[in-house]
């Protein structure tokens, strides 16, 4: 599986932005997704979770009501809805996969990673 992530950018702090990230192959609905991000000099973090059907989501605390995570799986493409960012928002958002059977959120359990893309929100 090949992924790769679009729709970072720069906005102000209390805006919007949605990330995209689209999948190669014809296997996609039999992964659960993620996105991480990571700042410099941290380690990768755990952003959101969606199950291969799209009908279980996880977030981490300080995103709930805030992101959404939501995925298409017949263009084999999971978003991130990103609302009311905040500076501390900032960083490189990856998107990854793993299978269905492991657990949500644990970095070493997804197999596979896009190039990231670049959030940076300003005060």
């Known amino acids: 599986v090949q992924l790769v992530e679009s729709g970072g950018g720069l906005v102000q702090a209390g805006g919007s932005l949605r990330l995209s990230c689209a999948a190669s192959g014809r296997t996609f609905s039999r992964y659960g997704m993620a996105w991480f991000r990571q700042t410099p000099g941290n380690e990768r973090e755990f952003v959101a979770d969606?199950?291969?059907?799209?009908?279980?989501?996880a977030y981490v605390d300080s995103v709930k009501g805030r992101f959404t995570i939501s995925r298409d799986n017949g263009k084999n493409t999971v978003y991130l809805q990103m609302n009311n960012l905040k500076p501390e928002d900032t960083a490189v958002y990856y998107c990854?996969?793993?299978?269905?059977?492991?657990?949500?959120?644990?970095?070493?359990?997804?197999?596979?990673w896009g190039q990231g893309t670049q959030v940076t929100v300003s005060s």
């Open positions: 990854a996969a793993r299978p269905s059977t492991a657990v949500a959120g644990r970095r070493f359990e997804y197999d596979y």
């Open positions: 969606i199950n291969r059907s799209g009908g279980s989501t």
